[in-house]
């Protein structure tokens, strides 16, 4: 079974600062996605940035960049130029690669998410 | 855009009645999901539908049902609910193109609180 940690319960920052955010995560797949997502106070959880684990390329949306090291089981969220926006619960997801449609591995696992405060 | 709703953000139900929780999608997404979210434990997958009328459990399904009569809509049920299940419900949706798996759309959840 695999298992997603996220360590940090909850983190602060200035605004227009940079912060990372930390996740490991336990499998013995080989092919992957990972996810994070954002759920604002009172708000709907949406999708941040995704990553196939096939892509030695870490991806980038914006001001949100991520820091995949496949070996160490390791997918850390960079948040840029923070903003008050950008207060919210923050979730790591792990999603095994789905092999057909037989194979019905559309399924997420969550870490405990950490909540993030941007301050001004 | 993709839209996925939930019939109620605030519930609250008493000890021993049958509680309903809808949730609709609007994208013709095969598959859709229902997580609860409770503090330090992050989202737990409840049961999740592939397709019309078919369903797996997921993570935690004891005490709970679904049911998926229409693509569009799936919804959870609580027999008999208890106080165990006060916490945020969340459904979400996501297509599902042949080999391939994607992202998940999430409703903006239901808080059931139960006396």
């Known amino acids: 079974a695999q298992t997603v940690t996220q360590s940090q319960p909850e983190m602060s920052v200035q605004e227009a600062e940079t912060v990372t955010l930390s996740c490991t995560y336990d499998?013995?797949?080989?092919?992957?996605?990972l996810f994070w997502y954002k759920q604002p106070p009172s708000r709907q959880m949406i999708l941040v940035i995704r990553?196939?684990?096939?892509?030695?390329q870490n991806a980038t949306e914006n001001r949100f960049s991520v820091n995949f090291q496949k070996a160490a089981k390791s997918f850390s969220l960079k948040i840029s130029d923070s903003q008050l926006g950008d207060t919210a619960m923050y979730f790591c997801a792990f999603m095994k690669h789905g092999l057909g449609t037989t194979e019905y591995g559309n399924k997420l696992v969550f870490g405990a998410g950490t909540i993030l405060r941007v301050k001004s | 855009d993709v839209k996925v709703t939930q019939s109620s953000r605030y519930l609250v139900k008493r000890t021993g009645e049958k509680v309903f929780l809808e949730c609709v999608q609007d994208m013709d997404h095969e598959n859709m999901f229902w997580y609860r979210q409770d503090p330090g434990l992050g989202l737990r997958l409840i049961y999740f539908?592939?397709?019309?009328?078919?369903?797996e459990k997921g993570d935690i399904p004891e005490g709970y049902s679904v049911s998926r009569e229409k693509k569009e809509r799936f919804s959870l049920i609580l027999e008999s609910a208890s106080t165990n299940q006060t916490s945020m419900y969340l459904c979400a949706s996501s297509f599902v193109p042949r080999r391939r798996t994607d992202t998940q759309y999430f409703g903006p959840g239901t808080r059931l609180t139960v006396l």
């Open positions: 539908s592939y397709d019309v009328k078919m369903k």
């Open positions: 499998t013995s797949e080989n092919n992957y996605y």
């Open positions: 990553q196939e684990a096939y892509k030695q």
